[in-house]
């Protein structure tokens, strides 16, 4: 097999049959093998039928993971890793915003290109608000300043990879999973190529700030130890800081015969030290969850069902 498509699906009914037409359209003449592999995400809509339609039809090869529930679209890409066969791998949305043809454009830069490893598509420009933006822009700055791998700014999991970035990637069974900086840790030479996102062919997406939010802290905790240390900095700043005023009150009182400051200025050091205590223990207990999580060697996923192409 010559390309596997990687397609996670959640809530994608009305946009499976048209993803597969349309690949079958933009690879009617490439002249090499591919299949598609869809996986559902534990939809609660009626993507899994559409998938047994289309897996039944065998149109082209069709395979179809489906997942007890949902487990999230990083559990989807590693799932469709496991599965596929190609010797190159493409990760694409089923919404079409991301189009079959720059595929084939990848697949033939790297057929062309035997230094590069890995395509990987950035969006040159965004339909989005002015706020969303300054987010994600500020995301990439912060993870980049505090992670030790450099992630491109606007990346997307639009991605084209050989087999043996595919194998370098099943061997990080972690749970919480955030397929940027999986990619830029294990390396691989990439090429990027700008790309604009088309409009979804039906409904709507799935993303809102909270989850962009969740997914951001996933990276900075996933990538970075930073965060602890600047919680320990904090508290010896705030130790020195709450010294040196010790030092300062009792010469006032001892010297120039000051009283020492009354109810206002304790209440307000109370709480600053109090809220540092709190967001430094915060920012452990992000740390020591994930670590709770990963000991109990749960499963990434759960397939309750797959359709293979036989």
């Given at each position: ?307 293979d192409i036989e």
């Amino acid at each position: 097999m010559k390309l596997s498509l990687v397609v996670p699906c959640y809530n994608e009914a009305g946009n499976v049959a048209l993803f597969q037409k349309a690949a079958i359209e933009a690879f009617a003449d490439c002249n090499y093998s591919y299949e598609i592999i869809f996986v559902d995400d534990g939809s609660t809509d009626a993507t899994l039928h559409e998938l047994r339609k289309l897996h039944k039809a065998q149109a082209c090869p069709t395979k179809v993971i489906s997942f007890s529930r949902n487990f999230g679209k990083e559990a989807g890409i590693y799932a469709g890793l496991q599965h596929a066969s190609g010797d190159y791998i493409c990760l694409i949305d089923a919404d079409l915003q991301q189009r079959p043809e720059v595929t084939r454009e990848m697949v033939k830069f790297l057929e062309e290109n035997e230094d590069y490893d890995m395509v990987t598509a950035y969006q040159d420009r965004r339909n989005e608000g002015k706020i969303l933006s300054f987010f994600k822009k500020s995301f990439y700055k912060i993870i980049n300043g505090l992670s030790d791998v450099n992630m491109k700014s606007d990346a997307s999991d639009f991605r084209t990879f050989r087999r043996s970035v595919a194998e370098s990637i099943l061997k990080l069974a972690e749970y919480h999973r955030f397929s940027k900086g999986i990619f830029a840790w294990v390396g691989y030479k990439t090429h990027y190529i700008p790309y604009t996102a088309c409009q979804r062919a039906t409904g709507n997406t799935k993303w809102n700030f909270r989850k962009l939010t969740n997914y951001a802290i996933d990276g900075i905790i996933g990538y970075s130890t930073k965060p602890l240390r600047i919680s320990t900095f904090l508290g010896m700043l705030t130790s020195l800081a709450a010294l040196i005023y010790l030092i300062i009150v009792v010469l006032e009182k001892l010297i120039a015969g000051i009283d020492i400051p009354g109810y206002a200025t304790v209440t307000v050091l109370i709480l600053f030290l109090g809220s540092m205590q709190l967001f430094c223990i915060g920012i452990i207990g992000e740390y020591v969850g994930r670590n709770f999580e990963q000991s109990k060697n749960r499963p990434v996923f759960i397939s309750k069902e797959i359709l293979d192409i036989e």
